[in-house]
């Protein structure tokens, strides 16, 4: 699918998903979400997104009208908001694992953003899998010293936690940053030409599709909301 497509879903969903709050109506947001990285090959994922989703229903069911601990009710709100916006995490992320930095770069350049703006995503497209690499990395280094990125260790040792983990994290990423930034103005990204790409930039049936659907399903939700229904 086009990256084009792929943002005016995303601004769409984030749309829909503030026109209802029933758990039907949740499950519908998501389902379609599933429908459209599934026909991209992503099966793996919306498996996991399913299985996310239908625990998150069962648990809020099951322990909502019990009496419980402070902690568990505020862990089952967290859960419940990120369900809510699960729509949102599951376009998102099937952006970002579907679209390489080039590619996000040239489809941009055709929309005629301004270079400033372009500079940044490129570097925002190439963080994510660097931040990543990272973050294993520190990983590995502090389980051969004994401490484990774990949930446990974050409440009874928040302090060596932070320490560890996250000042490292957040130094290599500014480092990280100015790298990928220094490395973009030099590949001339910034230069004033006209630029080729080897991917070619084309909205094709499949993205047609996807946005006359989306389209019809915005327009059912807000003829609903004004015909009175509660979704």
Same mark, same amino acid.
């Given at each position: 699918y086009d990256l084009r497509t792929k943002l005016i879903l995303l601004l769409g969903v984030n749309i829909l998903i503030f026109l209802g709050n029933s758990i039907l109506y949740e499950s519908f947001l998501t389902l379609l979400c599933l429908i459209v990285i599934i026909?991209?090959?992503? +099966?793996?994922?919306?498996?996991?997104? $399913?299985?996310?989703? #239908?625990?998150?229903?069962?648990?809020?069911?099951?322990?909502?009208?019990?009496?419980?601990?402070?902690? +568990?009710? !505020?862990?089952?709100?967290?859960?419940?908001? $990120?369900?809510?916006? !699960?729509?949102?995490? $599951? +376009?998102?992320?099937?952006?970002?694992?579907? #679209?390489?930095?080039? !590619?996000? +770069?040239?489809?941009?350049?055709?929309?005629?953003?301004?270079?400033?703006? !372009?500079?940044?995503?490129?570097?925002?497209?190439?963080?994510?899998? #660097?931040i990543k690499d990272e973050w294993s990395h520190i990983n590995m280094a502090m389980r051969t010293r004994g401490i484990s990125f774990s949930f446990y260790n974050l409440v009874h040792r928040p302090v060596i936690t932070i320490e560890y983990f996250f000042v490292p994290l957040f130094v290599s990423v500014i480092e990280i940053g100015d790298e990928l930034s220094q490395s973009a103005i030099v590949r001339g990204l910034d230069a004033p030409a006209i630029k080729t790409s080897r991917h070619i930039i084309k909205m094709k049936i499949g993205d047609y599709m996807i946005l006359t659907s989306l389209l019809a399903v915005i327009c059912m939700v807000v003829s609903m909301r004004l015909w009175g229904y509660q979704l």
């Open positions: 026909s991209n090959g992503y +099966v793996k994922s919306a498996f996991k997104y $399913i299985l996310f989703f #239908t625990f998150s229903v069962a648990a809020e069911i099951i322990i909502a009208n019990l009496e419980i601990h402070f902690l +568990v009710n !505020l862990i089952l709100f967290v859960v419940a908001i $990120i369900r809510k916006f !699960l729509p949102c995490i $599951i +376009v998102g992320k099937w952006i970002l694992s579907s #679209t390489s930095s080039s !590619l996000a +770069v040239a489809t941009l350049q055709k929309m005629r953003l301004p270079k400033d703006a !372009l500079i940044m995503i490129s570097v925002i497209f190439r963080c994510f899998p #660097t």
